[in-house]
């Protein structure tokens, strides 16, 4: 038992990982319930204000979850992408800062270029960034040893700060009076996916790269050994036929890109500038979206657009029953915890199971 | 640069330097356990809002160190059921903590004081200056004039190090953390231990958390511990799990925190997020240069059952 690689528990069939994830869901909500009862608030409101806030019109789900949802599926992808691998990458947040500053700096540097060049420009800028930001701690894994966790948080704070460093300095807006860049050029700028709402093109992107993902994953010899190596490094290296450090390299780099262009879709997309705390963590909270979705590309857009949708509603919640968002992240939180909690009756339920025939 | 600057200098350093490593003195008996416990910015923020609403409630900074210190320990204890008992994933199960100990902290403060954040004003814990230590040129009044909670983390370091060396219970632990199956064959109760430590760990992360509040800003502010969890995890890592280099790697880290105001005085002209970046980047460099070779418990990080 002790020797089956933890992650390998976790990655799960779509419909499996739908049923565990609804099962999540609702032990969430009884256990958030109860929670918000003994913190003085009334689930009943708390629930009825967040779906309003989230599901309430079909304007209201394009525009302001389905909005939120973007940089969460991107992230989650990362992740996913990652943990797939078995590469512990949680520093999709500073990867992301560093998408979202490069693509900002060649959306100002390329003011004057037309569309069909900068914006490509842009997202290759973002992916590269962010797959930079990354590489500092691949090397340290693959040359030195290093465990990926510690390093990659690290590589968090660095991000944010540079993040921060740019807006006060360099890219500052040329005003200077906010710590915020002018507004990128129009050239630069994603379209908008659905004309009269705020859904831009960065879903449209999202969703291309979950096929991508997935054909990847699923079909290509790469896949396969990224899968090997995920279920057990020994044994892929022992086997003679893939380069472990090779497949660990790609798939560390590739999850940094991923996070990057989430950095990079959102300022082309949505903000059309760079300000500090760009991100509330969601680079973060991508670990409990790909975790929840069994590490599956195509689930991760699902439980993205579901914590979206938590996301939009916590801000509802907030507004019209007085109930601090702050609760949005214990919700995360339970989600999380009643994903390990189901996973392991379920497996003692094998075990017991095999036992019994 | 004059005497004097170099004085604040050492003094900030220890300042910034005791919460790591006190969170980071706890980490490293529950890693020496085989856990690697991510959460750990969830006991410390737990402490900081246990401290500042102990500190208020019973008007008295020592109460709130130990309101703190239960903090820090029922987020532990969260932790420990899932990544310890029911033998889920560690760095998954820590993650979940931290995330939800801050928006935890975070409903409970706004629910107390208000969404605007009213400045709190907390009874804090006095500096207790150590006689004739504290006279000692240049780091006298850096180490001996501070809270009684620096001198806590002084007397842990080489208390944990006699017990992790010099003890039977300390060797059991060491066992555990470094084959467990082996450990339980020998008649050791490897879940027991690692629940144990890891609230231990717990323990010491809410008394940071709870002196970030009461000695270091003397008010209470959501997501004031900044990461300092995930750098603790660091700072055991860069003191290769033994606690007195652990020690010794906090006040490092600390040191380099506090060079913003060393290089400040210098006249040096730059600006303040490089300063803020710097520790981070040091710490990587040290992680890199000089613990590359050091060897981590062989079973951290790895979720255990049972043999049957």
Redesign the interface.
């Known amino acids: 038992m002790a020797d089956v690689p933890a992650h390998a528990i976790q990655r799960r069939r779509l419909l499996d990982a739908m049923l565990t994830g609804l099962g999540a869901v609702a032990l969430t909500a009884v256990v958030g319930a109860v929670l918000l009862m003994v913190g003085g608030h009334d689930p009943w409101m708390a629930a009825t204000a967040m779906i309003r806030g989230s599901f309430g019109s079909g304007r209201t789900f394009v525009s302001i979850t389905l909005v939120r949802s973007i940089p969460l599926i991107l992230t989650g992808l990362a992740v996913a992408f990652a943990f797939r691998a078995g590469v512990w990458n949680i520093g999709a947040e500073g990867q992301l800062y560093a998408g979202a500053v490069a693509a900002v700096w060649m959306g100002l540097a390329g003011s004057g270029l037309p569309a069909w060049l900068l914006l490509p420009l842009v997202v290759l800028s973002a992916l590269v960034a962010g797959a930079a930001w990354a590489l500092v701690p691949t090397l340290m894994r693959l040359k030195l040893g290093v465990g990926e966790v510690i390093t990659t948080i690290l590589m968090n704070f660095v991000g944010i700060y540079v993040a921060g460093y740019m807006v006060h300095g360099p890219l500052q807006e040329a005003r200077g009076v906010f710590p915020q860049t002018d507004p990128i050029a129009e050239a630069a700028r994603l379209p908008m996916l659905l004309p009269g709402t705020r859904l831009h093109w960065g879903f449209g992107i999202a969703v291309l790269l979950v096929f991508a993902l997935t054909v990847i994953l699923r079909y290509s010899r790469f896949g396969f050994q990224l899968r090997a190596v995920g279920a057990s490094p020994e044994a892929a290296a022992v086997s003679g036929r893939i380069d472990t450090g090779r497949v660990l390299l790609v798939s560390f780099l590739g999850s940094g890109a991923i996070a990057g262009l989430a950095g990079g879709v959102e300022v082309s997309g949505l903000t059309h500038a760079l300000y500090e705390d760009l991100s509330p963590g969601w680079g973060y909270t991508a670990i409990a979206v790909a975790l929840l979705a069994g590490l599956n590309p195509v689930g991760v857009v699902i439980t993205g657009i579901l914590f979206g949708a938590l996301q939009a509603g916590a801000g509802a919640m907030q507004r019209d029953a007085g109930i601090p968002a702050a609760w949005v992240g214990v919700v995360e939180a339970l989600v999380i915890l009643a994903v390990l909690a189901i996973d392991k009756v379920r497996k003692m339920g094998a075990i017991v199971r095999e036992d019994a025939g | 640069m004059t005497y004097a600057d170099l004085v604040l200098f050492l003094e900030a350093a220890v300042r910034l330097g005791i919460p790591l490593a006190l969170a980071a003195l706890g980490e490293t008996v529950s890693e020496r356990s085989g856990v690697?416990n991510?959460g750990l910015e969830g006991s410390i923020i737990g402490g900081a809002l246990g401290g500042a609403l102990g500190a208020l409630t019973f008007e008295s900074a020592g109460m709130g160190v130990g309101v703190g210190a239960a903090a820090g320990v029922g987020a532990a204890l969260?932790f420990a059921a899932?990544a310890v008992a029911?033998?889920?994933?560690?760095?998954?199960?820590g993650?979940?903590?931290?995330?939800?100990?801050?928006?935890?902290?975070?409903?409970?403060?706004?629910?107390r004081f208000g969404?605007t954040g009213t400045e709190l004003s907390l009874p804090t814990l006095a500096s207790v200056r150590i006689p004739l230590l504290a006279d000692i040129p240049l780091v006298g009044s850096a180490l001996f004039d501070q809270a009684i909670t620096a001198y806590l983390a002084y007397l842990v370091a080489p208390a944990i190090w006699y017990f992790l060396f010099r003890t039977p219970y300390g060797l059991e632990l060491r066992a555990v953390g470094e084959a467990?199956?082996a450990a339980q064959a020998a008649g050791i109760r490897v879940l027991a231990i690692r629940f144990l430590a890891t609230l231990f760990g717990g323990f010491l992360a809410g008394v940071a958390g709870a002196h970030l509040a009461l000695a270091h800003a003397g008010t209470f502010a959501?997501n004031m511990s900044a990461?300092r969890g995930?750098?603790a995890?660091?700072v055991v890592?860069l003191g290769r799990w033994d606690p007195v280099l652990v020690l010794f790697a906090a006040l490092f880290f600390g040191a380099a925190s506090a060079l913003q105001f060393f290089l400040q005085a210098l006249g040096l002209d730059l600006?303040y997020?490089?300063f803020?970046?710097l520790p981070?980047?040091l710490?990587?460099a040290a992680?890199?240069g000089w613990?590359?070779r050091a060897r981590?418990p062989a079973a951290l990080?790895?979720?255990?059952?049972a043999?049957r």
């Open positions: 690697i991510i969260v899932f029911l033998g889920a994933d560690q760095i998954i199960t993650t979940a903590v931290t995330i939800g100990g801050l928006g935890m902290t975070g409903a409970i403060y706004q629910a969404a467990p199956d959501e990461g995930f750098i995890i660091a890592v600006a997020q490089i803020l970046a981070y980047l710490t990587l992680l890199a613990v590359g981590a990080a790895l979720p255990w059952e043999q």
